[in-house]
């Protein structure tokens, strides 16, 4: 008898003959998950992976339920045996499952599958069976069979799997299955959400952060480290790109005027993530944005910031309320973080009348004002990359 | 390049002496005062050494130092100790609004528990008036808690008058100073100006940090705000930190041999320091002026600077200063002690402290000017509009 952990894996199977290669993205993901959990060992198998060899079984659940492509994962015990030792230790599972609720009375319903034809009962029989000794040892349980408390599983396949537990999964499709993309990433709320939500759909990360030394201090470069660390959790390695982005904000102050200088910066960022993004191998850039929730994400502003680029931007968040990304930020555990009380100072540049209906042309002109080749240039030469 | 730390008032960089001190506790000196055996003993005469160089400091005796975890445990333990000793005489205490917050919020806690405070205001130079004080004096007043030197400003409270004035008074309040960024810098003797009890921090005077204490003249009884196994006479519980306490005394022992130049030195480089900013930045203004300051403490402002913007460029630089109100772009946090000081907004955004000590040398200050008004002028052509 052996302790394993049954994982499954949903969307990749509509992958067609794809699907060896998104099994192999996944496995490897959730192998990486692991790595610093010793010993466990992870195969694949039927449809499954299955995780052995461990002794932290919280740990490995925990690093798990973050694998995007994964639906849902059993604790499960694993034996070798008749019918009589499958219902020896389904009786044995079941009285620590209700010594644990220490309810008066509970439902059940046995489900088993006969994958392994030569085991000699057929499933309905194993169910029906199981179902009658399990009654009889446990008064407290009543049989219903459409909604019932517990399901207690029996898969017959090479070994026996036994489990009454389903823990469902971040689901998505494997990160790295579906290429690669440029997370613009903020101190703030919105972006690492931005960026959880692209990579569950298996696209991997490389992040950007501007970063206007002394206008934002070493403090916030270490929030902004911290959270996509907190990311990794989910996409695997991150490299991180800080870009330096203070002489790009005292150009514009100096030279374009006041109420344009939000959209403008917004500009030179993403010009700037762009060519990152290229040289990384992005094929996208991801942003935070949605739709109002300042001035520069009136529809005209995002229109014009979009012009300053020829890749595609995701913006996953435009259609969300402030308060729905907040939940999903402290859900994927980065809000915490988000809410740090370091924040920039980078009042000085904000325009106290922004402008919200900008005019391209007008904007284009105003860029031209300062010397963006040069600037980016030198802000692209001066990059610190960590790697995370 | 070179950098200098222009930040002693909110910590300090251990002397070697200091250091060796420590180190040679930590090797040899592991046993438990409480032990019977002798590396008990030997614990217990390194808390004694201590106490013995500490109370020298202050022309105390040893018996009346009590060793806490830092400034913020002595002031707690000075005030909740007080409170709840005399709780049956009476309720109602005397501070000002420019205290530490190690002091406010233990203040802020008797107010739950049904004590009455008094928070005196303090003129345009962050002092106190003695008057207001006697002004506010009742029969139930247990306990008055007034700071030597204030740690953003640098002004020194009148501790003299008003341990004269409660002297005067037939139901005598406790009086409590918390000294933690005088010590060493300005004698003070709590014997010769009323004083009952009195807080010290290690890690302000070139001590090791997670160590401070507390005078308590002897006759002044506190009741403890710690339980356990009654160390230091049931006062404090919980084993000595022999190290720390050693670094204390260590500390202690390098300032006495200082102690007469120390205001003199500090004073000089204080006046260098303002009259440079002065020269090349005429439109500073010193926060709560320059006279009745303690040598060590310049508050300086900018008005419409970002003080905090200024402390990150001159961070750059290589100079390490410290800020009265942290910069944030949703909600502004300004330092409850300028504040106090009735200034406006603007100066309080736009100021920083600059503090020194033994340790800072001439060439540092001269050195610092320039840069201080270089960046200030490069700073000063970004604002907002």
């Known amino acids: 008898m052996e302790k394993v952990i049954l994982i499954r894996y949903g969307e990749i199977f509509l992958k067609g003959r794809n699907r060896s290669y998104f099994e192999k993205v996944l496995l490897n993901n959730c192998r990486k998950a692991l790595r610093e959990i010793p010993d466990v060992n992870i195969i694949r198998a039927q449809g499954r992976f299955f995780a052995e060899n461990y002794t932290d079984e919280d740990a490995v659940i925990d690093a798990l339920t973050r694998v995007f492509g994964l639906v849902s994962i059993s604790p499960a015990l694993k034996i070798d045996g008749d019918f009589e030792e499958i219902a020896a230790v389904s009786k044995q599972m079941m009285g620590e499952y209700l010594d644990e609720q220490a309810k008066e009375q509970m439902t059940f319903k046995v489900e088993s599958r006969r994958a392994d034809k030569r085991f000699p009962m057929d499933s309905m029989t194993i169910s029906r069976e199981l179902g009658a000794r399990l009654l009889k040892a446990f008064p407290q349980l009543k049989v219903d069979v459409h909604n019932p408390d517990v399901i207690f599983n029996v898969e017959v396949r090479e070994h026996t799997y036994l489990y009454y537990k389903m823990i469902p999964c971040a689901g998505g499709m494997p990160v790295g299955s579906n290429g690669k993309a440029a997370l613009l990433l903020s101190g703030g709320i919105d972006s690492p959400v931005a960026g959880w939500m692209i990579a569950k759909r298996g696209v991997a990360l490389t992040a950007v952060h501007f970063h206007s030394f002394p206008y934002t201090s070493d403090r916030s470069k270490e929030k902004v480290i911290e959270l996509a660390r907190i990311l990794t959790r989910y996409t695997g390695s991150i490299r991180l790109h800080v870009v330096p982005f203070t002489k790009i904000q005292q150009e514009l102050y100096e030279r374009c005027p006041d109420e344009e200088l939000t959209i403008l910066m917004r500009r030179y960022m993403m010009k700037i993530a762009e060519r990152i993004a290229v040289k990384e191998g992005a094929a996208a850039l991801v942003t935070g944005e949605s739709i109002g929730q300042v001035a520069s994400q009136t529809i005209e502003s995002l229109a014009v910031t979009n012009d300053a680029v020829d890749m595609p931007v995701f913006r996953p968040l435009i259609g969300f309320d402030k308060i729905d990304i907040m939940e999903t930020a402290e859900a994927i555990g980065t809000y915490e973080t988000s809410i740090l009380p370091y924040e920039d100072c980078c009042t000085v540049f904000t325009p106290r009348h922004p402008v919200t209906r900008p005019k391209l042309e007008r904007i284009l002109r105003s860029e031209k004002l300062i010397d963006g080749e040069t600037l980016i240039q030198e802000a692209l030469d001066n990059v610190e990359v960590i790697t995370l | ?385």
């Open chain 2, 1 to 385: 390049m070179k950098e200098i730390y222009l930040d002693h008032a909110a910590t300090t960089p251990l002397v070697p002496e200091v250091i060796d001190a420590v180190t040679d506790c930590l090797k040899n000196d592991y046993g438990n005062p409480s032990s019977l055996h002798r590396l008990g003993i030997r614990a217990e005469k390194r808390i004694k050494d201590a106490k013995l160089k500490v109370s020298e400091l202050i022309k105390a005796s040893p018996e009346e130092i009590l060793f806490t975890s830092g400034g913020t445990e002595a002031n707690n333990t000075a005030i909740l100790g007080t409170a709840y000793d005399k709780k049956r005489r009476g309720m109602h205490c005397i501070t000002t609004a420019i205290e530490h917050p190690s002091v406010l919020e233990a203040f802020s806690h008797l107010e739950s528990q049904g004590y009455e405070v008094n928070y005196l205001p303090v003129n345009r130079d962050g002092v106190v008036s003695p008057e207001d004080i006697k002004n506010c004096l009742r029969e139930d007043t247990i306990l008055v808690s007034i700071m030597h030197v204030n740690n953003e400003t640098g002004s020194i409270q009148p501790i003299k008058e008003i341990g004269s004035i409660l002297n005067a008074q037939k139901n005598r309040p406790v009086f409590h100073v918390d000294a933690v960024q005088s010590f060493g810098k300005l004698e003070i003797l709590p014997h010769f100006l009323g004083i009952d009890l009195m807080s010290l921090s290690g890690h302000k005077i070139h001590g090791p940090k997670g160590i401070g204490a507390l005078f308590i003249r002897k006759g002044v009884r506190i009741q403890p705000i710690i339980f356990g196994g009654k160390q230091e006479g049931g006062l404090r519980s919980g084993t000595e930190n022999i190290p720390g306490i050693t670094g204390m005394g260590a500390a202690a022992e390098w300032t006495a041999r200082r102690k007469e130049e120390t205001p003199y030195y500090l004073s000089g480089l204080k006046k260098m320091l303002a009259e440079g900013i002065k020269r090349t930045l005429p439109d500073a203004v010193i926060n709560g002026g320059l006279k009745n300051t303690a040598p060590h403490i310049l508050s300086v402002s900018f008005p419409g600077l970002g003080g905090e913007i200024l402390l990150h460029a001159l961070e750059e630089k290589g100079v390490y200063v410290s800020t009265g109100s942290a910069c944030s772009s949703r909600s502004r946090k300004y330092s409850h002690v300028l504040k106090a000081l009735n200034l406006d907004n603007s100066t309080i955004e736009g100021s920083i402290r600059i503090s020194i000590s033994y340790l800072t040398t001439e060439e540092e200050i001269r050195s610092f000017i320039p840069i201080l008004a270089e960046t200030v002028k490069r700073i000063g052509r970004f604002t907002r509009r």
